[in-house]
């Protein structure tokens, strides 16, 4: 369903500026121009000669828990394309483009009035991931006239844009679409059942909203009118800090994504997944963390009955709030835990399910994994020092030097920190040219997973994935035959 084409099909556009971000809460982060006429995407293309063959195109879909962020974000400081082109192999040259999407209570309202609304799209929700579509399918018809080859489209994406570009691979109408996706610290990820609604939950979280605005009614264009014509600022206030989630409704979005994957509906992409050795915070939020707060945390979102089993692989019993204690700190302990549960086992369960339906043939070709740490004196939030959620963002755009100009951080374009970013660009821009890394970056194998790891002291190396997943499968398991009974959900053994 392509709303832009069906609504304007004769619609031409001069686009020689940002376009508005779309409507979304008040935060410390600056977004600028904000209108619900806001989906626009932006192209950055290089210089080339005008017989060059066409290039390939790298679509970057930001992050900000689908409740915050802009494609202009911090322009020049994030996500800026210019900087990206200008830092790539010089024999590689591609295209960038950024996107707008709904967000927040704009991108996943779920009403049985809204499905009665439009009979021919018997769901609701998931309008991010609409959107995308409709910007993919806009760019697979249009790109060929900026040089780009529609054949040829990767996505890459971070944090929540990092769990789409992975969820987009198992929803109705992408197919043909891309060929590669790169997740960058896809928080919460997609082998993880509580990043979804089902639609009851997502039902019974869209009808509180329509409650609290004081729209109920019997008639459902009454309903549907009530909530057009509140305001924004209402609406998004009554949403609170409620987490935006896809929805699993049985049709768009029909399937969890490893059971996707499992019952070959999935599209047949190559898949790149990674995070940030300090993605999670846990010891700068929790310096002095004990035992009975480590329970206490790791309670919030794991059930009873699975702790032991924790506290038990862990070795939690003995760990230590003494800032001196290192690896056995309770802190560190529950980042690795963490760490584990909510990136690595994730990543290694949607790898382990393609290895299940598609052999070793698949995994040799398309199935590549990292971990990523940065310099330690060009932190995203100053003085941490540590490689958190969001810092690779400057070195993966090439963007460091717009960061010092501005003064924001202690960090400096010097030639070490140039070569590491051009070095991480170097791959990511191959990733676009040719869906997988540059050669030194051995593919997943189940039998002995391996994940690189990007530094920028020791280079990049590959490195051992010795975690033990399997308890965390089992909850895994346990929980989305709960979350979505009208799946069918068996997870299959790890591979071995």
């Given at each position: 369903?392509?709303?832009?084409?069906?609504?304007?099909?004769?619609?031409?556009?001069?686009a020689?500026?940002f376009?508005?971000?779309?409507?979304?809460?008040?935060?410390d982060?600056?977004?600028?121009?904000?209108?619900?006429?806001?989906?626009?995407?932006n192209i950055?293309?290089p210089?080339?000669p005008?017989?060059?063959s066409?290039?390939?195109?790298?679509?970057?879909i930001?992050?900000?828990?689908?409740?915050?962020?802009?494609?202009?974000?911090?322009i020049?400081?994030?996500?800026?394309?210019?900087?990206?082109?200008?830092?790539?192999?010089?024999?590689?040259?591609?295209?960038?483009i950024?996107i707008?999407?709904?967000?927040?209570?704009?991108a996943?309202?779920?009403?049985?009035?809204?499905?009665?609304?439009?009979?021919?799209?018997?769901?609701?929700?998931?309008?991010?991931?609409l959107d995308m579509l409709?910007?993919?399918?806009?760019?697979?018809?249009?790109?060929?006239?900026?040089?780009?080859?529609?054949?040829?489209?990767?996505l890459?994406?971070?944090?929540?844009g990092?769990?789409?570009?992975t969820?987009?691979?198992a929803?109705?109408?992408?197919?043909?679409?891309?060929?590669?996706?790169?997740?960058?610290?896809?928080?919460?990820?997609?082998?993880?059942?509580?990043?979804?609604?089902?639609?009851?939950?997502?039902?019974?979280?869209?009808?509180?909203v329509?409650?609290?605005?004081n729209?109920?009614?019997?008639?459902?264009?009454?309903?549907?009118?009530?909530?057009?014509?509140s305001?924004?600022?209402?609406?998004?206030?009554?949403?609170?800090?409620?987490?935006t989630?896809p929805?699993?409704?049985?049709?768009f979005?029909?399937?969890?994504?490893?059971?996707?994957?499992?019952?070959?509906?999935?599209?047949?992409?190559?898949?790149?997944?990674?995070?940030?050795?300090?993605?999670?915070?846990?010891?700068?939020?929790?310096?002095?963390?004990?035992?009975?707060?480590?329970?206490?945390?790791?309670?919030?979102?794991?059930?009873?009955?699975?702790?032991?089993?924790?506290v038990?692989?862990?070795?939690?019993q003995?760990?230590?709030?003494?800032?001196?204690?290192?690896?056995?700190r309770?802190?560190?302990?529950?980042?690795?835990?963490?760490?584990?549960?909510?990136f690595?086992?994730?990543?290694?369960?949607?790898?382990?399910?393609?290895?299940?339906?598609?052999?070793?043939?698949y995994?040799?070709?398309?199935l590549?994994s990292?971990?990523?740490n940065?310099?330690?004196?060009?932190?995203?939030?100053?003085?941490?020092?540590?490689?958190?959620h969001?810092?690779?963002?400057?070195?993966?755009?090439?963007t460091?030097s717009?960061f010092?100009?501005?003064?924001l951080?202690?960090?400096?374009?010097?030639?070490?920190?140039?070569?590491?970013?051009?070095?991480?660009?170097?791959?990511?821009i191959?990733?676009?040219?040719?869906?997988?890394?540059?050669s030194?970056w051995s593919?997943?194998?189940?039998?002995?997973?391996?994940?690189?790891?990007?530094?920028?002291?020791?280079?990049?190396?590959?490195?051992?994935?010795?975690?033990?997943?399997s308890?965390?499968?089992?909850?895994?398991?346990?929980?989305?035959?709960?979350?979505f009974?009208?799946?069918?959900?068996v997870?299959?053994?790890?591979?071995?």
């Amino acid at each position: 369903m392509d709303l832009a084409s069906k609504m304007f099909p004769n619609f031409s556009l001069q686009a020689t500026s940002f376009g508005p971000c779309c409507p979304q809460p008040k935060t410390d982060t600056y977004i600028p121009e904000q209108d619900e006429q806001c989906l626009y995407l932006n192209i950055y293309k290089p210089i080339v000669p005008s017989n060059h063959s066409l290039l390939p195109v790298f679509v970057w879909i930001h992050g900000g828990a689908h409740k915050i962020g802009c494609s202009s974000q911090s322009i020049p400081l994030i996500y800026n394309g210019t900087n990206m082109i200008a830092n790539s192999p010089s024999d590689q040259p591609v295209i960038i483009i950024t996107i707008n999407y709904r967000l927040g209570v704009l991108a996943d309202m779920f009403l049985k009035e809204l499905i009665e609304e439009n009979p021919e799209w018997p769901t609701a929700g998931n309008y991010m991931y609409l959107d995308m579509l409709s910007a993919l399918r806009w760019i697979k018809k249009n790109i060929h006239d900026y040089g780009g080859d529609p054949s040829n489209v990767s996505l890459f994406g971070q944090s929540s844009g990092g769990l789409s570009v992975t969820d987009l691979g198992a929803v109705k109408g992408s197919t043909d679409l891309y060929r590669t996706a790169l997740s960058q610290s896809g928080l919460s990820s997609p082998g993880t059942y509580t990043s979804y609604y089902s639609t009851n939950d997502a039902l019974n979280c869209s009808n509180s909203v329509v409650q609290r605005l004081n729209c109920t009614n019997e008639d459902k264009q009454k309903v549907l009118s009530c909530i057009r014509n509140s305001s924004i600022e209402d609406i998004f206030t009554i949403y609170g800090d409620r987490y935006t989630k896809p929805i699993i409704d049985n049709y768009f979005f029909p399937l969890y994504p490893p059971l996707a994957i499992q019952n070959g509906q999935y599209n047949n992409i190559s898949l790149i997944m990674g995070n940030n050795d300090y993605d999670l915070t846990v010891c700068l939020d929790y310096p002095d963390m004990n035992y009975t707060q480590a329970i206490d945390l790791i309670s919030q979102s794991i059930e009873k009955k699975w702790i032991p089993s924790i506290v038990d692989y862990y070795h939690l019993q003995n760990c230590s709030s003494n800032r001196m204690a290192n690896n056995s700190r309770c802190c560190y302990i529950v980042l690795s835990m963490a760490t584990d549960k909510l990136f690595d086992c994730d990543i290694r369960r949607i790898f382990n399910a393609f290895y299940l339906k598609y052999g070793p043939q698949y995994e040799r070709n398309k199935l590549f994994s990292y971990h990523l740490n940065c310099y330690p004196q060009c932190p995203v939030v100053p003085e941490e020092g540590i490689c958190r959620h969001s810092a690779e963002l400057p070195f993966v755009f090439g963007t460091i030097s717009d960061f010092h100009s501005e003064e924001l951080f202690n960090c400096t374009w010097d030639n070490p920190t140039r070569v590491f970013s051009n070095e991480i660009i170097a791959h990511w821009i191959n990733i676009a040219t040719t869906g997988r890394p540059l050669s030194q970056w051995s593919s997943y194998d189940p039998s002995s997973p391996r994940h690189f790891h990007i530094t920028p002291d020791q280079g990049f190396l590959s490195e051992i994935w010795n975690r033990n997943c399997s308890f965390f499968d089992d909850i895994e398991a346990e929980g989305a035959r709960e979350a979505f009974k009208n799946n069918h959900y068996v997870i299959k053994q790890t591979p071995k």
